[in-house]
């Protein structure tokens, strides 16, 4: 018996070496060796795929929407780490559904580069981490506190090296039993989403010259693609030469002036404009954009042009991202979120999410959300001041869409769907978008007397945009 026990013990030990991990600098070192990547300087990879547009989706049940990547050529240098992207883009659902900037008319060229030395390198190394094996193994080695682990998935051991990112967040790399790095997954923050997953899938890998390269790359975030890439040719240690792209401007500290539009109505022009009125009893603003910063631009802007009132309600023309990103510094404020009735049960949901990669003010000081919804109209007034929410129909940018008239100004709020170009149109556009359209429809349909349209992605010129703009830019004047 006691000879048996101890059969047994030694074939459960030798079963336990086998699968315990090594440490974590010869696990990385392995990986490097097995795809060839030890000497490996510079690559340039080129293919097709696509690429998706995050927090644009048409309405919070749908992925984020699709563009096709026609082509796609990156060329890297890892020492010193430099980087460059060309890709040619087209439209990828037709008809256009959800926003990034859709619809994309004919062929959309596109390069971004990051020359060695220059800020923006930190960034990059945080992108390769997640964007080719390489990256990850060169993240790992340079780690302090590289771990690994044999975890079990799907019927299959892995071998886990972790660390932690530049976030904080733990970053955990997964080779399989030929020590090739099948996927990378952490976790990222997000404005309006908190901290979410952020994974890459690394599939059909190939010889390139000696280089094991992943032929197929899918990237998600939130639970959807992101990215989707096709490759087709690879070239370990092509002369690489990358500059650096003209310089811009610094973007201005998030700030907002003022033009009063009537009797206690104010515009917050900027990128993203919002509203003030003033209530007998409280201030309504419509839209609450982008981030914590732009949004506490505009509550105190607000605030100094009506003292002495709460903010009670802050309109929300729409769910994309770029337009909900300040509503939860409102809800921290004490606001109810005005908002399509398609949009209530999304943001109950998303706003229970932690936010401990980077804590906002909602997370700092917890607030449930209150909400005000709109189906087809909903009617904001005190007897004196009037506002008019509007579902826009049949508009595929997103399918919870409101706009906000003002009937004694006769002034249009709209998000999206008509963004004026830097200067005034003389004549049609080559290429009229559906988008618009749908704005001159919606206001035909609803016979709104108006003389003054404030698009929230506001002219940089700061000019009156009138009724007639629009109908230039639809093709009716």
């Known amino acids: 018996m006691i000879r048996k026990t101890i059969v047994v013990l030694a074939v459960a030990a030798l079963c336990w070496a086998k699968d315990a991990p090594q440490d974590a600098k010869t696990s990385i070192a392995n990986a490097s060796k097995a795809l060839g990547a030890d000497n490996l300087k510079t690559i340039e990879y080129?293919?097709?795929?696509?690429?998706?547009?995050?927090?644009?989706?048409?309405?919070?049940?749908?992925?984020?929407?699709?563009?096709?990547?026609?082509?796609?050529?990156?060329?890297?240098?890892?020492?010193?780490?430099?980087?460059?992207?060309?890709?040619?883009?087209?439209q990828g659902e037709n008809p256009p559904r959800g926003g990034g900037l859709q619809p994309?008319?004919?062929?959309?060229?596109?390069?971004?580069?990051?020359?060695?030395?220059?800020?923006?390198?930190?960034?990059?190394?945080?992108?390769?981490?997640?964007?080719?094996?390489?990256?990850?193994?060169?993240?790992?080695?340079?780690?302090?506190?590289?771990?690994?682990?044999?975890?079990?998935?799907?019927?299959?051991?892995?071998?886990?090296?972790?660390?932690?990112?530049?976030?904080?967040?733990?970053?955990?790399?997964?080779?399989?039993?030929?020590?090739?790095?099948?996927?990378?997954?952490?976790?990222?923050?997000?404005?309006?989403?908190?901290?979410?997953?952020f994974e890459t899938a690394f599939t059909d890998y190939k010889d390139f010259g000696g280089l094991k390269f992943p032929t197929h790359i899918v990237q998600k975030q939130g639970g959807y693609p992101v990215f989707e890439l096709t490759v087709t040719d690879v070239k370990p240690n092509a002369p690489v030469n990358i500059t650096a792209p003209p310089a811009t401007p610094a973007a201005p500290a998030p700030s907002t002036t003022s033009e009063k539009l009537g009797d206690g109505v104010w515009l917050l022009p900027g990128s993203y404009a919002a509203m003030a009125i003033d209530f007998k009893d409280y201030i309504v603003v419509i839209e609450g954009p982008l981030n914590d910063q732009?949004?506490?631009?505009?509550?105190?802007?607000?605030?100094?042009?009506?003292?002495?009132?709460?903010?009670?309600?802050?309109?929300?023309?729409?769910?994309?991202?770029?337009?909900?990103?300040?509503?939860?510094?409102?809800?921290?404020?004490?606001?109810?979120?005005?908002?399509?009735?398609?949009?209530?049960?999304?943001?109950?949901?998303?706003?229970?999410?932690?936010?401990?990669?980077?804590?906002?003010?909602?997370?700092?000081?917890?607030?449930?959300?209150?909400?005000?919804?709109?189906?087809?109209?909903?009617?904001?007034?005190?007897?004196?001041?009037?506002i008019e929410l509007y579902h826009m129909q049949n508009l595929a940018h997103n399918d919870g869409m409101i706009m906000a008239y003002l009937p004694r100004e006769k002034v249009l709020l709209e998000a999206d769907a008509f963004t004026p170009p830097p200067q005034v149109r003389t004549q049609p556009p080559a290429?009229?978008?559906?988008?618009?359209?749908?704005?001159?429809?919606?206001?035909?349909?609803?016979?709104?007397?108006?003389?003054?349209?404030?698009?929230?992605?506001?002219?940089?010129?700061?000019?009156?945009?009138?009724?007639?703009?629009?109908?230039?830019?639809?093709?009716?004047?």
């Open 46 to 90: 080129s293919g097709s795929g696509y690429d998706y547009a995050l927090g644009q989706n048409a309405n919070p049940s749908m992925p984020w929407p699709k563009f096709n990547d026609k082509t796609y050529t990156r060329a890297i240098s890892f020492d010193p780490l430099a980087s460059r992207m060309q890709r040619v883009r087209t």
């Open 294 to 386: 732009r949004a506490d631009a505009i509550i105190a802007e607000s605030k100094r042009l009506i003292p002495n009132k709460p903010i009670k309600y802050v309109v929300n023309t729409h769910a994309h991202f770029d337009h909900a990103g300040g509503l939860r510094d409102f809800v921290a404020e004490g606001a109810t979120i005005v908002t399509h009735q398609i949009n209530k049960p999304y943001y109950q949901k998303i706003f229970a999410n932690p936010h401990t990669l980077n804590p906002d003010r909602l997370s700092r000081n917890p607030r449930k959300p209150t909400f005000l919804t709109v189906n087809d109209k909903l009617v904001l007034t005190d007897g004196n001041h009037v």
């Open 104 to 197: 994309i008319f004919g062929e959309q060229p596109q390069s971004q580069a990051v020359a060695a030395g220059s800020p923006q390198t930190s960034d990059l190394a945080d992108e390769l981490m997640m964007m080719l094996p390489y990256g990850f193994l060169r993240s790992a080695a340079a780690a302090n506190d590289a771990t690994v682990k044999v975890k079990k998935m799907d019927g299959k051991a892995y071998t886990v090296v972790s660390f932690t990112g530049s976030n904080k967040a733990q970053v955990n790399g997964y080779l399989n039993s030929d020590n090739v790095l099948e996927k990378v997954d952490t976790k990222i923050d997000n404005t309006v989403l908190g901290d979410i997953p």
């Open 431 to 477: 290429n009229v978008s559906p988008y618009a359209i749908n704005v001159a429809d919606n206001i035909a349909r609803l016979k709104l007397d108006v003389q003054r349209i404030i698009p929230v992605h506001y002219p940089a010129d700061n000019r009156n945009v009138s009724m007639s703009e629009l109908l230039m830019a639809v093709g009716r004047n």
